[in-house]
């Protein structure tokens, strides 16, 4: 039987890896992921999910604990200077990608930074999660790659 169903609910193969933002807004959010990073909407909300190149990014309402997680709530993160984790975004071309996400309303914490083995800089969502724009230069021979 096919499915009409995007790969983010049933793969070809294998497993989709996908990455879910508990958020105040997820309008807002959404319109971000989509204005600025270029992600494509595959469904609105409840939740908002959008394709960003080969993976997916989920969004959903904070909220309370539901039937198959009975201890826990899901929130947005309550302060933005502590790090429980990112998204790390790696390119071929850091400094094209922070101009154009720059000229879209992205607003990054420095310019990017050479730091030998990648050159990265830091943005941050609506709700203050933290995304990492990164490019591989010797970090991929030294894990015994070439780049």
């Given at each position: 039987m096919a499915s009409e169903a995007p790969d983010y609910f049933q793969p070809e193969s294998g497993i989709v890896l996908t990455h879910l933002l508990i958020v105040r807004d997820v309008d807002r959010s959404r319109e971000f992921y989509r204005t600025v990073l270029g992600a494509t909407v595959v469904r609105d909300r409840r939740?908002?999910?959008?394709?960003?190149?080969?993976?997916?990014?989920?969004?959903?309402?904070?909220?309370?604990?539901?039937?198959?997680?009975?201890?826990?709530?899901?929130?947005?993160?309550?302060?933005?200077?502590?790090?429980?984790?990112?998204?790390?975004?790696?390119?071929?071309?850091?400094?094209?990608?922070?101009?154009?996400?720059r000229s879209r309303g992205a607003r990054f914490l420095t310019e990017p930074k050479d730091h030998g083995v990648e050159i990265r800089c830091y943005l941050r969502d609506p709700d203050g999660y933290l995304i990492e724009l990164g490019q591989a230069t010797g970090i991929l021979a030294e894990m015994g790659r070439s780049s």
């Open positions: 939740p908002a999910i959008l394709r960003f190149h080969n993976s997916y990014i989920v969004i959903n309402d904070e909220g309370g604990p539901t039937d198959d997680k009975p201890t826990v709530r899901a929130q947005a993160p309550p302060d933005p200077d502590t790090l429980s984790g990112a998204m790390n975004i790696r390119v071929t071309d850091v400094h094209e990608v922070y101009e154009r996400w």
